[in-house]
């Protein structure tokens, strides 16, 4: 089974600091790599997506992925209270044939409170 | 306007009830899906279309039914609504392109209550 592990948190951080959030996946064909933000009673909104090896970063948000340690990170610098939120990390796996097909496995989420 | 609308946004129905939930979208993508999160279970899949005509079930398709009317139209169906049902849903749609990375968008969801 394919499966998509994040720690639900709640992860607490100080205003100004830099939230780092983790997520694992259990499939190697996996493809493309997700972070999305969702608010509570909200719909998820997309921050960032990373496929290749390294960092890629947009702003204050970072994403690191490690495809041999099947590991993906989300850092948040100068965490700001408004990002408080639960965030989601989705995998786009590969089908048998090893083609890029569109459907994502999500992670439970982490809970991420910045306070000021 | 937004990319990807539900109706209805609210929704309370009883047990035994059918029920409809519409998603429509402006993207201009070909793929649409449905999920449903309760909380502690994260987003789950319910149903997804890569097509007009390519119809699959997702994790958690037992007693839901759908209906890909257009390109632009997911809907979905509660037969007889349960109280387990009550919960969070979203569509969400992706676009395919060669080197894409099928990112999804989701539509602002809709809060379905069966008592």
């Known amino acids: 089974q394919k499966e998509v592990e994040q720690n639900s948190g709640p992860l607490s951080v100080p205003e100004g600091a830099i939230a780092s959030l983790n997520c694992t996946y259990s499939?190697?064909?996996?493809?493309?790599f997700f972070w999305y933000r969702q608010y509570s009673g909200k719909s998820p909104e997309l921050i960032m997506f990373?496929?290749?090896?390294g960092d890629k970063e947009d702003g204050r948000f970072t994403a690191q992925l490690n495809k041999a340690s099947q590991y993906v990170s989300l850092l948040i610098r100068d965490s700001q209270p408004s990002d408080s939120a639960t965030y989601l990390c989705?995998?786009?796996?590969?089908?048998?044939?090893?083609?890029?097909?569109?459907?994502?496995?999500f992670g439970q989420g982490t809970i991420l409170t910045v306070h000021p | 306007d937004a990319d990807v609308t539900q109706t209805p946004r609210n929704r309370i129905t009883k047990t035994g009830k059918r029920i409809m939930l519409e998603c429509s979208q402006t993207?201009?993508?070909?793929?649409m899906y449905w999920y449903r999160q309760d909380p502690g279970l994260g987003l789950r899949l319910i149903y997804y279309?890569?097509?007009?005509?390519?119809?699959n079930k997702g994790e958690i398709s037992d007693g839901y039914s759908v209906s890909r009317q257009a390109q632009a139209k997911f809907s979905l169906s509660l037969e007889s609504a349960i109280p387990n049902q009550t919960a969070l849903y979203f569509c969400?749609?992706?676009?395919?392109?060669?080197?894409?990375?099928?990112?999804?968008?989701f539509g602002p969801g809709t809060r379905l209550t069966v008592t």
């Open positions: 499939d190697r064909g996996s493809q493309s």
């Open positions: 990373i496929y290749s090896n």
């Open positions: 279309s890569f097509d007009v005509k390519d119809i």
């Open positions: 969400a749609t992706s676009g395919a392109s060669s080197g894409s990375s099928y990112e999804q968008y």
């Open positions: 993207k201009g993508h070909d793929r």
């Open positions: 989705a995998v786009n796996s590969a089908n048998a044939g090893g083609t890029s097909y569109g459907k994502l496995t």
